[in-house]
């Protein structure tokens, strides 16, 4: 069983248009992330939710609308697509919220291009 | 200045070599530390924390220096399995964030 699912894997879409990324996670763990990884491969947390509740939210587009219906899953939305939105994103959870041993668990990533 | 910095490389290595890689991180309120892989087209994976008092797993030491504020991952007897891209993670006081460095490329050749 995968422990951090999400889709779809591909995303190849137009300017302009709203696109959906889901994430699911079995593991029970309390917290979810989106990180994103562009094309120099720097990856950059997004935002962290924490027993549904919004707790990290870095200077990210307003375009970008995270939802967390329960602690299992994260989904991210994208209004009005830009070129610059092309990259990889990656949810994680983890368990140790705040802990200092936490351990992040990755999805496969969704590779997401603008055209 | 980034927070998290290491030598992009990449660095290729023959199989069986020792390679080490660094990493600083600007920021002395950081609590944890962790060394992270990712194959590519693949995501990152925990590979160990590291502690003070340094740590090792198999071919793996992991290093701190608090005062320096360096951390470094040293290979021992290269495989070309350990070919991938090394990530230093370092985690803040309060736990609210996590930062990647860019990553270290690594090229095992035989």
């Known amino acids: 069983d995968t422990a951090v699912s999400q889709t779809p894997k591909y995303l190849v879409t137009q300017m302009g248009n709203d696109k959906s990324i889901k994430c699911e996670q079995n593991?029970?763990?309390?917290?979810m992330y989106w990180y994103k990884q562009d094309s120099k491969k720097f990856l950059k947390i997004m935002f962290s939710?924490?027993?549904?509740?919004?707790?990290i939210n870095e200077t990210v587009p307003n375009r970008f609308s995270p939802k967390s219906p329960d602690k299992a899953h994260l989904n991210l939305h994208i209004n009005s697509l830009e070129l610059g939105d092309s990259a990889v994103y990656f949810c994680?959870?983890?368990?140790?919220?705040?802990?200092?041993?936490?351990?992040?668990?990755f999805g496969s990533g969704t590779q997401l291009s603008v055209l | 200045r980034k927070e998290v910095e290491q030598d992009p490389g990449p660095f290729n290595v023959p199989e069986g070599a020792t390679v080490a890689f660094n990493c600083t991180y600007s920021?002395?309120?950081?609590?944890?530390f962790f060394w992270y892989r990712q194959d590519c087209r693949k995501e990152p994976k925990l590979l160990m924390s590291?502690?003070?008092s340094g740590n090792e797993d198999g071919r793996f030491t992991a290093q701190l220096n608090r005062a320096s504020q360096y951390i470094s991952l040293l290979i021992r007897d290269s495989k070309l399995s350990d070919s991938a891209t090394y990530l230093c993670?370092?985690?803040?006081?309060?736990?609210?964030?996590?930062?990647f460095g860019a990553g270290t490329r690594l090229f095992v050749k035989a």
């Open positions: 994680a959870s983890s368990q140790l919220y705040g802990g200092t041993n936490e351990k992040l668990f």
């Open positions: 593991l029970g763990h309390d917290t």
């Open positions: 939710y924490n027993n549904k509740e919004l707790i």
């Open positions: 920021n002395s309120a950081s609590q944890s």
């Open positions: 590291v502690y003070s």
């Open positions: 993670v370092v985690k803040r006081t309060g736990g609210f964030k996590t930062i």
